[in-house]
């Protein structure tokens, strides 16, 4: 038996998310397009006389280390599955802004996913993998697929999209986080007695991927999220503002934020952007990197 196993897997950016009205069980019906981005979170396994979380990082102090972190549930939930006792330390080495929108905790447990299924020799397949990732959250199972994708349901039903090029991004990440669960209620308090309309994805978003056009791209990205983010954190707006003078073909939140993206034409582009993000005083880190990135991988 392997005695540590390493999983890197990446952030991502939501170019489109759709949201529908509230479902009976308080989710809602979802067209969301992922882009995977390169920035990581790594998570190491080793085996241990008891299941335990450590991490270090950015915002390590605000990553929960008990067994309500989808590492942790990951693990506990393959054990179950295959009859194995859940004797391992996880260890996540963060990266990704800990509360941005961005899926640093779906990528933690689909990381550990991963590497508890290359420890214990389960031989579990893809499809069970990803079965167990959409159990542990919506954002999971793209965690583990990478690249670009489209989710549907909550988010966990994946198609796959073809991406023609590379799509430079800057990231500026907030003062303080968002509860996801908390921005989800602002947009059902926000659309009290409005129709909403069933959530589609759009085929121009699809085709400007595919061409890797960044401009087409900017054209077409949408988060219905947005407005509930900026009601909750108010003080975006200045960063989305500083963002757009500055350059970038498109800014929005990021997923349910408060990280907002900025897409940049090329490198130099995102260089400048982040330049002047830096200098505005919105935000409190500045990240530049691009996508799409791969998904959950053993280093």
């Given at each position: 038996m392997t005695q540590t196993v390493t999983v890197r897997v990446p952030a991502k950016v939501n170019v489109q998310l759709s949201v529908g009205g509230a479902r009976p069980d308080g989710f809602h019906d979802l067209a969301n397009v992922f882009l995977a981005v390169g920035l990581y979170d790594e998570v190491t396994v080793t085996p241990a006389d008891e299941l335990r979380v450590t991490c270090s990082g950015p915002d390590a102090?605000?990553?929960?280390?008990?067994?309500?972190?989808?590492?942790?549930?990951?693990?506990l939930e393959l054990a179950r599955r295959h009859g194995i006792e859940p004797a391992v330390h996880l260890h996540i080495a963060k990266d990704i802004p800990v509360a941005g929108g961005m899926a640093g905790g779906s990528a933690d447990g689909a990381g550990a996913l991963l590497a508890c299924d290359a420890l214990w020799g389960t031989g579990a397949?893809?499809?069970?993998?990803?079965?167990?990732?959409?159990?542990?959250?919506?954002?999971?199972?793209?965690?583990?697929?990478?690249?670009?994708?489209?989710?549907?349901?909550?988010?966990e039903r994946l198609r796959t999209l073809d991406v023609g090029g590379t799509?430079?991004?800057?990231?500026?990440?907030?003062?303080?986080?968002?509860?996801?669960?908390?921005?989800?209620?602002?947009?059902?308090?926000?659309?009290?007695?409005?129709?909403?309309?069933?959530?589609?994805?759009?085929?121009?978003?699809f085709d400007a991927l595919a061409k890797g056009d960044a401009a087409a791209l900017a054209a077409t990205v949408s988060n219905d999220l947005q407005p509930a983010a900026l009601s909750l954190f108010p003080a975006l707006a200045d960063t989305l503002a500083a963002g757009r003078s500055s350059g970038a073909l498109a800014a929005l939140v990021s997923g349910s934020g408060p990280t907002t993206a900025f897409l940049a034409a090329d490198a130099e582009s995102a260089r400048t952007v982040a330049g002047a993000l830096r200098a505005s005083g919105t935000c409190r880190t500045v990240r530049v990197t691009d996508g799409p990135a791969q998904g959950a991988t053993i280093m």
């Open positions: 102090d605000q990553v929960p280390l008990d067994r309500t972190n989808l590492a942790a549930r990951a693990a397949s893809r499809a069970e993998l990803l079965d167990i990732c959409a159990e542990l959250g919506s954002d999971v199972p793209f965690s583990l697929v990478g690249g670009a994708a489209l989710g549907i349901g909550r988010g799509f430079h991004w800057v990231f500026a990440v907030a003062e303080r986080g968002l509860s996801t669960p908390a921005v989800f209620r602002e947009f059902d308090r926000l659309n009290e007695g409005v129709r909403i309309p069933e959530p589609v994805a759009s085929q121009e978003l």
